[in-house]
């Protein structure tokens, strides 16, 4: 069973359209996290989910919209897709406040292709 | 605010040699350190990490780091790498902000193993 687990693995699509990721863990943690990895391997925290509640929102453009649905899942939306999303989009959890020392756990990755 | 750098991009060396990666943070609280591998297409896994207590920790792979507090370093290394140790490795940091592990990543250092 994998324990941080994303959808799609893949994503191509034009400018302008809107894409979603999905992610979900069963490790019973509280958070979750979505992180951009951009060509340059360089990591970015864009948002930060506790028991779905948003703790961190990094200067992210507005066309991104996370989602927790319940603490297991979080997804994220993009709007008006733009080259520059292209990237490989990392979910990732940690046990929650308290009982974290800040050791993430990721997931395999989504990579988006904006043409 | 807390850094981590992480000075060498490009690392190459010969199979079955030692390799040295090295990290330097920054930081003006107390920090746990982190050390993550990241596989070709693949998200990211824990190395090992240095949490209290002794300085040099032992991780998989036959991977160790030592935490140097005075020159607030956290290298890490192997004494014979192999080809399937190729890979980019990220030095990251945490700490408590408002109740919260806060963490940041360095910009990784490619681990080129030549037969």
């Known amino acids: 069973d994998t324990a941080v687990s994303q959808t799609p693995k893949y994503l191509v699509t034009q400018m302008g359209n809107d894409k979603s990721i999905k992610c979900e863990q069963n490790l019973g943690h509280d958070t979750m996290y979505w992180y951009k990895q951009d060509s340059k391997k360089f990591l970015k925290i864009m948002f930060s989910?506790?028991?779905?509640?948003?703790?961190i929102n990094e200067t992210v453009p507005n066309r991104f919209s996370p989602k927790s649905p319940d603490k297991a899942h979080l997804n994220l939306h993009i709007n008006s897709l733009e080259l520059g999303d292209s990237a490989v989009y990392f979910c990732?959890?940690?046990?929650?406040?308290?009982?974290?020392?800040?050791?993430?756990?990721f997931g395999e990755g989504s990579r988006l292709t904006v043409l | 605010a807390q850094s981590v750098t992480q000075l060498d991009s490009q690392v190459p060396v010969f199979e079955e040699a030692p390799v040295e990666l090295r990290c330097n943070y920054s930081?003006?609280?107390?920090?746990?350190l982190f050390w993550y591998v990241q596989y070709p297409n693949q998200g990211l896994q824990l190395l090992l990490k240095y949490l209290s207590g002794s300085t040099l920790v032992k991780g998989i792979n036959g991977f160790e780091a030592e935490f140097n507090k005075s020159q607030t370093s956290f290298h890490l290394r192997k004494p014979s790498v192999h080809i399937s140790d190729t890979a980019e490795y990220f030095c990251a940091v945490s700490w408590n902000s408002g109740g919260y592990q806060k963490v940041t990543f360095g910009t990784g250092t490619k681990l080129q193993v030549i037969p």
């Open positions: 990732a959890s940690s046990p929650g406040q308290g009982r974290t020392t800040g050791e993430l756990f």
């Open positions: 930081s003006s609280v107390s920090v746990y």
């Open positions: 989910y506790n028991n779905k509640e948003l703790i």
